[in-house]
C-alpha cells in the first residue's frame, strides 16, 4: 500500500469526523509532519504517513522528539487500519 493511499484515508476520514487535515510544508525545516490534523473536540496533532515498509528519516526523528519535547501531539501512521484505530482512540479519549 502506497503512502499517499494511507494519506487520503486519513483525510477522507478526518473530514466525515467533522475535522480538517492540512497538508503541512515547511520549506525551511524538513522533516515536518505530513498534516496538521484538527479535530472538532478541539484536538490539533501534527500527523506523519508512512507506508507498511517506510520508516522516518533522521530529520523526521528529530521532529518527533521535538514535538515530545514541547508536549505536542504527534503521532505516525503505517496503514489504513491504523489511521482507523488511532481516530477510534481519539473519539473514545475526546477532551
Not at 43 to 58: I, M
Not at 73 to 95: F, G, M, P, Q, T
Request: proline share 3%; aromatic share 8%; glycine share 6%.
Amino acid at each position: 500500500m502506497k503512502e499517499s493511499t494511507i494519506e487520503k484515508h486519513l483525510v477522507t476520514q478526518v473530514k466525515a469526523l467533522g475535522g480538517m487535515a492540512y497538508k503541512f510544508t515547511s520549506p525551511a525545516h524538513r522533516g515536518v509532519a505530513d498534516r496538521v490534523v484538527c479535530l472538532p473536540d478541539g484536538q490539533t496533532w501534527f500527523v506523519e504517513l508512512k507506508a507498511p515498509n517506510g520508516r522516518l528519516s533522521e530529520l523526521q526523528k528529530i521532529f518527533q522528539s521535538d514535538m515530545a519535547r514541547m508536549n505536542q501531539r504527534y503521532a505516525c501512521l503505517w496503514s489504513k487500519e491504523h489511521v482507523e484505530e488511532w481516530l477510534n482512540d481519539r473519539k473514545r479519549n475526546a477532551i
